[in-house]
């Protein structure tokens, strides 16, 4: 699915009976777990039978394993910089928890709850 060259972030605070939570979402393309997939298979994270047995919601979360990028090498714009696992271990420092959702040609949404 083509996508528009521009895209919307949106980002909401609000409180809930949990605590507080920041909601980041966008409309991009979302996480292909096909990719993560092949990517997790290729650094041998995970073999082809357990990355059969997964969901799509379970391969997405990959993306949290120490090192793990979809990228062969670094750009100007990706592949830099601190990782997704990096990002979830200090939320979790802080007592709060990280949830990440995507769906394929919709968005991708990230809650972080305090």
Do not use: C, H, Y
Not at 23 to 29: E, N
Request: net charge positive; hydrophobic share 40%; glycine share 10%.
């Amino acid at each position: 699915m083509k996508k528009p060259a521009v895209g919307k972030i949106s980002i909401q605070l609000r409180r809930s009976e949990l605590g507080r939570e920041i909601l980041i979402q966008d409309d991009g393309a979302g996480i292909d777990p096909r990719l993560v997939a092949r990517k997790a298979l290729k650094m041998k994270l995970f073999s082809e039978e357990q990355l059969k047995s997964m969901s799509a919601d379970q391969i997405i979360q990959i993306v949290f394993k120490p090192e793990f990028s979809t990228r062969d090498a670094a750009t100007d714009v990706s592949g830099r910089g601190v990782g997704m696992d990096v990002v979830k271990s200090n939320i979790e420092k802080l007592g709060g928890n990280l949830e990440l959702r995507s769906e394929l040609g919709k968005g991708t949404s990230i809650l972080l709850r305090f």
